[in-house]
């Protein structure tokens, strides 16, 4: 069993920063392949970017990328999510999620334990 707990949301104004972190529990955690999904209001749960289990390979969706930046640190079982350059339409709640099995997909069916999520707001 694997528990995530997402921090560090809240509201900013455009062009401004915010860092999410992602806690899990559990002693296999440099094991899983983390991702950060987001959702919007009416919208559905999109993919926003991923790292590997060694933090060696990342993966972000063409919204974010140069904007949004993801890092671990397997010592204290983190997973950051670094946003800059905020815009109002990333406004949305974010989630971080493990797959178990190591998988480097965008596809939301491929993790196996999710967040409970945390509120981004970018005002204009």
């Known amino acids: 069993q694997v528990q995530l707990v997402e921090s560090g949301g809240g509201l900013v104004q455009a062009g401004g920063s915010l860092r999410l972190s992602c806690a899990a529990s559990g002693r296999t955690f440099s094991s899983y392949t983390v991702g950060w999904f987001r959702q919007a209001p009416g919208k559905e749960r999109e993919f926003v970017g991923l790292i590997s289990q060694n933090g060696g390979y990342t993966n972000y969706a063409d919204s974010v990328k140069g904007r949004f930046a993801i890092s671990r640190d397997n010592a204290k079982s983190t997973v950051y999510l670094q946003m800059n350059s905020l815009k109002p339409e990333d406004t949305a709640v974010y989630y971080c999620?493990?797959?178990?099995?190591?998988?480097?997909?965008?596809?939301?069916?491929?993790?196996?334990?999710w967040g409970q999520g945390t509120q981004v707001t970018v005002s204009s």
């Open positions: 999620a493990a797959s178990t099995a190591g998988s480097l997909s965008s596809n939301l069916g491929r993790y196996d334990y």
